[in-house]
């Protein structure tokens, strides 16, 4: 694989970490972009990683280099959120 599948992780809290920290694990993979509801502590997170902030998903879903969304939200929102991501492509 030439490319590696660029993720995005949706959640900047505990769960959110973990995952950001678990995915430079998987070579083919590469985390991109962290989304949260406050941008001031979800920059703090992408800078952490050395990513891209986002505190809007519609925004996150424009991206074309962003081929996984890992959901690392309360529960009740993956639906949505996973619903949103296939519709999306």
Request: proline share 1%; aromatic share 8%; charged share 25%.
């Amino acid at each position: 694989m030439a490319d590696k599948l660029g993720v995005a992780v949706l959640g900047y809290g505990f769960m959110g970490t973990t995952h950001l920290s678990a995915w430079k694990y998987i070579g083919e993979c590469e985390a991109k972009a962290v989304m949260g509801r406050t941008l001031e502590k979800v920059k703090k997170v992408a800078e952490k990683f050395g990513i891209d902030a986002y505190n809007n998903f519609e925004e996150l879903l424009k991206r074309d280099d962003i081929d996984i969304i890992d959901v690392c939200t309360p529960t009740s929102t993956h639906a949505k959120y996973a619903i949103a991501s296939m519709e999306a492509g």
